[in-house]
């Protein structure tokens, strides 16, 4: 009877866990090994601050739940010390704040990562850590136009002072 019921819980488990990974926008699979509780705690502030969810989940149960919503080729990197941590708005926030935690502790490893429905190598979610911010990309593209309407200032302007340069002079010896 026991067995029945933790293999119920292990079944809402996973399919809670696939809900979550198919909802989310990003998620990054890492090595947690190594890492001590203050750390944790402070890398876990860190990444509920940005929205992000991050646990650790026995191997087997995510496993599953990767075949559920078919992301099995993510079952590969599912050994050791894993944990996941998942975005359901921002789809850079965990893999920039996992790669700067990395960056920084040798023992704690980017596994691999997904983002839009697409898996990412280690690699690729070091590439997705770098991309700007939200706000950083807005601000960039509002200075862009910016500029682009400063230039077209500048260059009416120049065009009003040389036909009016022009005007001055015609009728300069018009007034003789």
Wanted: aromatic fraction near 6%; proline fraction near 2%; charged fraction near 25%.
């Amino acid at each position: 009877m026991a067995n029945a019921q933790v293999l119920e819980q292990k079944k809402k488990i996973v399919s809670d866990l696939a809900a979550k990974m198919q909802n989310a926008v990003a998620g990054v699979i890492v090595d947690y090994k190594g890492i001590n509780v203050e750390d944790d705690t402070k890398l876990r502030a860190e990444l509920r601050k940005a929205g992000v969810e991050y646990s650790v989940i026995k191997n087997t149960l995510t496993a599953k739940a990767c075949d559920e919503i078919g992301y099995g080729k993510l079952k590969e990197v599912l050994e050791g010390m894993t944990a996941l941590a998942v975005s359901n708005s921002d789809p850079i926030a965990a893999a920039k704040i996992l790669n700067a935690y990395a960056s920084k502790h040798d023992n704690y490893v980017i596994k691999a990562g997904f983002v839009e429905g697409e898996l990412l190598d280690p690699n690729g979610v070091k590439a997705l850590a770098e991309i700007p911010g939200f706000e950083t990309l807005i601000a960039k593209m509002l200075g862009s136009f910016q500029s682009s309407l400063y230039n077209l200032a500048y260059a009416l302007q120049a065009i009003i002072d040389k036909s009016g340069e022009s005007s001055s002079a015609e009728a300069a010896p018009a007034a003789e």
